[in-house]
């Protein structure tokens, strides 16, 4: 699994890179498409910028051409339309020179020819008006007498001038073409090479795709193979676990089977036991040693009856109360003489307690029935014992007998001193965290009856199953 985990990483890891650099790459090339067609335009701007240039230079000899060439004409003709053309021409070359030197801006070389040129440009302007004016009243042989060659001079200074002018706008011209056409290869060139690298990475990435498509099939394959193995290895647990659970089933009921077994016959032994205490009592002549050997038999009895009725709980530690003191009030009951008008009732709560304590509880209840049952009545009496065990919902329990007898009375317990019953109800009691509390039942001064009463602190309640 750890293999497969490993693979998957490794192939996601490929893709991620192959997408990246495809991300980069394409960023890159748009980054340097925009960067070459921008200086493609930057130069195309300036190429245009040198053909205007050209074309105010152009404009600029126009205008002083046709002045002069207005000039010429009104001087030998003198129609007036030749003056008016020349004038009209020469008002607008200012302007032009202007645009001219606006333009030149940008090229402190060019501009500083431009400068060059004005005071040639305005003394020529200058010798057009001068000559317009001396036109209006005197003959072209004065005029050409007083104005010379000098319009001649100062119009090829200007053709030179302007000349120069045009011949560096023409060389950068051809720099910034050349540089366009640079551009536009290189811009051409990227193009090319984005479209490759776009190719490349498209087949890389096509590439890498179908190689992860590849790891993903392959990785479902194992896992696949993977999980038939761990639900054969699951049923193979499970299976292995069914014939644990079932042998742990079949030692359990084993146990039960040998525990209850063990419990039967232990009672069984006991009221042997009884058995032979009942013989022996038939037989001895001494009423005190009957009356001993009875008691004897009466309590290995008791716990006879609870030892057979002990059936442990699904942990092996515990039973319930009300099954081992029932057996025990029921021997107790069978074991009354027939025609005996004393009656025995008890409610008892299916309480969960530790085994260890079954056999002690018993043996105080016993105890103390049979305490009453022989002590609470005059020979020939009627009579009723209740015995009741309950916790009323609180943490400790508590065993009560009561009886409707002639009553206990504690001067008569001083007098007579404590038999060997009442101090077992004593040592068991104090066993269990308590102590027997003996009051009368009712206001009867005939029969008040005795309750006897003891809470068993220490008599642990296990938790209901």
Known sequence: MQDLQEHSQRSNRALILTVAVSVVLLLGSVVLVR??????????????????????????????????SGLRGYLITRNPSFAATSTAARDIVPGQFDQLRQLMTDNRRQM????ATRPVLMERLGTIDRALDLAQNNPTPVIVQTMGNRGSELMDDLRRRLDEVDAEESKLLQE????????????????AAMLLACGVLAFISLFSVRRYMRALDENRRRLAAYNTELEARVNERTADLAKATDLATRERSRAETLLTDVNHRVGNNLALVSSFLTMQQRAVKSPEAARALSAARARVQAIASAHRKLRLGSDFATVKANE??????????????????????????????????????????????????????????????????????????????????????????????????????????????????????????????????????????????
């Open 112 to 115: 500083a020819r431009v400068e």
């Open 35 to 68: 960067r070459i067609s921008s200086e493609a335009d930057e130069a195309d701007g300036w190429v245009v910028h040198t053909m205007e240039v050209k074309q105010a230079i152009a404009h600029l000899l126009s205008s002083l051409t046709t002045a002069e």
């Open 324 to 465: 081992v003191l029932g057996a025990v009030l029921e021997d107790i009951a069978a074991g009354l003489p027939p025609g005996d008008l004393i009656k025995l009732n008890f409610q008892l709560a299916p309480l969960e307690i530790n085994a260890r304590d079954a056999v002690s509880l018993g043996v105080l209840t016993s105890e103390l029935v049979m305490n009453a049952i022989k002590h609470a009545f005059l020979d020939g009496d009627a009579g009723v014992v209740n015995v009741i065990f309950s916790n009323d919902g609180a943490d400790a329990p508590f065993l009560e007998v009561t009886d409707d007898g002639k009553g206990w009375h504690e001067s008569h317990t001083q007098e007579s001193g404590y038999g060997l019953g009442s101090r077992i109800i004593d040592m068991v009691a104090r066993q269990f965290g308590g102590k027997p509390e003996r009051s009368a039942r009712r206001d009867d001064e005939k029969r008040p009856g005795t309750r006897v009463r003891i809470d068993l602190a220490r008599l642990q309640l296990m938790p209901q199953s």
């Open 176 to 191: 910034r073409r050349g540089r366009a056409t640079q551009l536009r290869t290189q811009f051409v060139r990227a193009i």
